[in-house]
């Protein structure tokens, strides 16, 4: 398996701030028939299901404000959320496709 | 609108069984990998299944292989989980999601998920 491991496990950010979550894979999810990384991104809000963010390490799912950003490659990835907003409250998990899908622990974003 | 709403949870004692329901619409159901991914109460995110366009290919993690099968029916558009011999720590949320597939660098159908329902609760417990 490649495992994902995401840091920190908790982070508090003031309004407006920058938040930055980074998520780090056993081996490169990086695949060169291509080009593409085979990274994702999930935000989970309190008392709801998760909801897909990013996929390809960078691609924006449709809908999702541009203050979220994924960067990265091979094994060492990014997820920025630029101006931290209240509704950005949530738990953001990254997660390999390259092989058996396997996410990291997730990472607790509050406001400071 | 993409929906999914998934069913059939409840209160089960270790060693029993339940089938989980998944209900698609808004989509061609046909088109799509369908998943199955847990989450233990305060928990992170677990996957669990994966079953192929025409249900042919069944993946299972190694947590729950041999004890849960996946499968579809395309003319209900609905993926179920028949889960057996549940255990304690198989008390979770249950998620299903399309899978987006993609070029699979191995035997594994890759692609991200897609979860759009609100999960279905199963508590293993005497």
């Known amino acids: 398996d490649i495992v994902m491991t995401q840091s920190p496990d908790s982070l508090a950010v003031s309004l407006g701030e920058r938040a930055t979550i980074n998520c780090k894979s056993s081996?490169?999810?990086?695949?060169?028939?291509?080009?593409?990384?085979?990274l994702a991104w999930y935000q989970q809000k309190p008392g709801q299901p998760p909801k897909l963010l990013i996929y390809?390490?960078?691609t924006r799912e449709s809908g999702v404000p541009d203050r979220f950003s994924g960067s990265g490659s091979g094994t060492d990835f990014t997820l920025t959320i630029s101006s931290l907003q209240a509704e950005d409250v949530a738990v953001y998990y990254c997660?390999?496709?390259?092989?058996?899908?396997?996410f990291g622990q997730g990472t607790k974003l509050e406001i400071k | 609108e993409v929906q999914l709403v998934e069913s059939g949870g409840g209160v089960i004692r270790p060693g029993g069984s339940v089938r989980l329901s998944c209900a698609a619409s808004?989509?061609?159901?046909?088109?799509?990998?369908m998943t199955w991914v847990r989450q233990a109460p305060g928990k992170g995110l677990e996957w669990v299944s994966t079953?192929?366009?025409?249900?042919?290919?069944?993946y299972y993690a190694d947590s729950v292989k041999g004890r849960f099968t996946i499968s579809r029916d395309r003319a209900r558009k609905s993926l179920f989980l028949q889960m057996n011999s549940l255990r304690a720590e198989d008390t979770a949320f249950y998620y299903c999601?399309?899978?987006?597939?993609?070029?699979?660098?191995?035997?594994?159908?890759?692609?991200?998920?897609?979860?759009r329902g609100q999960g279905t609760l199963v508590t293993v417990s005497s």
């Open positions: 808004g989509f061609t159901f046909d088109d799509y990998d």
């Open positions: 390809w390490a960078s």
């Open positions: 999601a399309r899978v987006i597939r993609v070029a699979a660098p191995g035997s594994f159908p890759s692609g991200w998920f897609d979860p």
């Open positions: 997660q390999q496709y390259y092989t058996t899908p396997f």
């Open positions: 079953i192929n366009r025409n249900g042919g290919s069944k």
């Open positions: 081996q490169s999810v990086f695949y060169s028939f291509n080009n593409k990384n085979y």
